[in-house]
């Protein structure tokens, strides 16, 4: 079966260490272990992470480790997580945009949802790219240089991108395919692009 490749490989979860959408972290990072592989949730800093459902503050959940201590070499595959406060704090987090890039460069699969592509257009990735996003984020995205699409999932040569909490089982799905395949050749493409200048 080809999700068993996915066992003991290690996957990154990248959020702020608040306001990530809860349902957005837990259901990918349940459909990954399910699979046998290792996850690790990153943070700019040390401690916890705390979720929102919507506007109403979720669980918590424990920091592996900081994104600044971490370097994509070290994992198989990225997950950005939604919700409207996170990515958006991340995106000035240079640490965090320079994790993101090295997964481009290497060519390794990726997968964001919702608002998480804030965080790849400030990372200096989507030039090029055909995703999906939630739909406030189609004008940012087209003017990065992406093509936007209105679709429950979309995939582009290892980048898997969803729109909102309910396309998250045709994610889940897609994620766990593209990590399963591995590297892609075309993934490398997006990390040509310069990265946008810091506002």
């Known amino acids: 079966m080809m999700f068993e490749k996915l066992r003991g490989k290690k996957i990154a979860f990248l959020m702020a260490n608040e306001g990530v959408e809860q ?15 290792e996850v690790e949730l990153l943070a700019p800093e040390a401690g916890e992470i705390q979720a929102f459902n919507h506007l109403d ?7 592996d480790r900081k994104v600044g201590d971490a370097h994509a070499s070290e994992y198989d595959a990225l997950v ?10 991340l ?19 990726v997968g964001v949802i919702c608002h998480g592509p804030w965080t790849l257009i400030d990372a200096g990735v989507v030039a090029g790219r055909t995703l ?14 992406a093509e936007w699409v209105d679709e429950e999932v979309q995939v582009d040569n290892g980048l898997v991108s969803s729109r909102k909490p309910d396309d998250l089982d045709a994610f889940n799905a897609k994620i766990l395919e593209e990590f399963a395949e591995g590297v892609h050749e075309g993934q490398r493409a ?10």
């Open 190 to 199: 997006g990390a040509a692009s310069p990265p946008r200048s810091r506002r």
């Open 132 to 145: 999906t996003s939630w739909p406030s984020l189609q004008t940012d995205l087209r003017n990065a240089g």
């Open 91 to 109: 995106r000035t987090k240079e640490e965090a945009l320079e994790f993101v890039r090295g997964f481009f460069e290497a060519g390794k699969p």
């Open 23 to 37: 349902v957005e972290l837990t259901e990918p990072l349940e459909a990954v272990r399910g699979c046998g592989a």
């Open 80 to 89: 950005l997580p939604g919700g409207v406060a996170n990515p958006d704090q």
């Open 57 to 63: 503050k979720g669980a918590r959940f424990p920091v």
